[in-house]
Structures are given as structure tokens and as C-alpha cells.
């Protein structure tokens, strides 16, 4: 449903940006952050874990055509807070940059209807994080099919990013909130 829609391009290097519209959109940059998530949805409903999710510049030389600027990993357990993670995707703990666990898009601009649907502040720069999704892997990069989830970024609150983190392919589970806070960005 969701992963079908949404597009993976180029994410700006900002921390912050603004819209046409004056609105700050939020933007993951390299460093190391402490996450905290919560089940909003599903048969683990108000359950919380808080764990590190770090991210790096990727090597100028990986270039699959649709410029992600940063990948990482989690060590954030999501299939315990009932999420849909695929065995056969990447796990959300992989270090290796051409099949990370964590993988930055961005949804592209002009896509307008799907920010909206999706509850962000813009097209254009509204940027997500992939976690151990079939997408995250370089032989299937393109590919929307399998479980895994994304971390949409919405808003900047005392400090920090704030969002949802939902579905990302055609297994489904449970989805919910989370607040990610930089140890030390731009490391």
C-alpha cells in the first residue's frame, strides 16, 4: 500500500529546511542518535523501547541513481514492538553500506497529495529512514515487496525529530511514533 506510492531520491544534507510555506521540515544528518519509539497501532499497543540508530555519510562512489546521501543501522528492535521485518531483507543492525540497515530518502517534489497522506510537512525534502526493508539491499534496491518499516520524519520538537514510523512493503504490522535526539551530529 504505502511502499507502493512512495519514490526513493535525493535527501539535502541540511539539518533543517524550509518549505515554500516558511515551515521547518525536519532532516537527518550523520551522527549518532538516541531513539525512542513506541507502538501506536498493533497487538503491542503503548509498548516503548529506546535504543541508538547511527548514520553516515555514504562513499561519493555508491551511486544506484537515487542519490541517498546517508545510510546507518539501529539496534531498535521493531519486530518485538510487533512490526512486519522481512528475514530476507536486510537486518536493521547491518554496518555495510551497499546493504545497510538504515537507508535516507526523501519523498520527491510535486508529490504534494502523498505528503499529505502521510501526515509530513512537504514534498520535496521530507526526508525518511528505511529500516531493514528489501530496498535497504543493493541487488533489490528499486524493490517494494517483503516487510520492514519507515521512519517519517514530521517535526522538530525541543531539540529533536519527531515522527511515525509505518509499514514499508506488503507485510503489515503493527506502527507508532518516535523521537530521535542526536548524541552528536555531523560526526
Known amino acids: 500500500m504505502l511502499a507502493s506510492v512512495i519514490a526513493l531520491v535525493a535527501v539535502s544534507g541540511d539539518v533543517r529546511s524550509e518549505t515554500k510555506t516558511g515551515v521547518a521540515v525536519p532532516e537527518f544528518t550523520a551522527g549518532d542518535y538516541t531513539l525512542r519509539v513506541e507502538a501506536t497501532r498493533g497487538v503491542k499497543k503503548w509498548r516503548s523501547v529506546t535504543g541508538n540508530l547511527s548514520l553516515r555519510p555514504l562513499n561519493s562512489d555508491f551511486d544506484d541513481g537515487l542519490g541517498h546521501p546517508y545510510y546507518g543501522w539501529t539496534d531498535v528492535d521493531f519486530q518485538g514492538l510487533g512490526a512486519a521485518m522481512d528475514a530476507t531483507a536486510t537486518s536493521s543492525k547491518s554496518r555495510d553500506p ?22 509530513v510537512p512537504s514534498s520535496g525534502g521530507t526526508v525518511m529512514l528505511l529500516v531493514g526493508t528489501v530496498s535497504n539491499r543493493k541487488e533489490t534496491r528499486r524493490a517494494r515487496d ?13 531539540g529533536c525529530i519527531v515522527g511515525e514510523w509505518v509499514s514499508h512493503g506488503v507485510f503489515h504490522g503493527a506502527e507508532g511514533s518516535f523521537r530521535l535526539c542526536a548524541r552528536n551530529a555531523g560526526k
Do not use: C
Open 98 to 119: 551497499e546493504n545497510p540497515g538504515v537507508l535516507a530518502a526523501s519523498i520527491p517534489p510535486g508529490m504534494d497529495a502523498l505528503a499529505k497522506y502521510l501526515r
Open 146 to 158: 517483503g516487510g520492514g518499516i519507515a521512519l517519517l520524519a514530521q517535526a522538530w520538537e525541543t
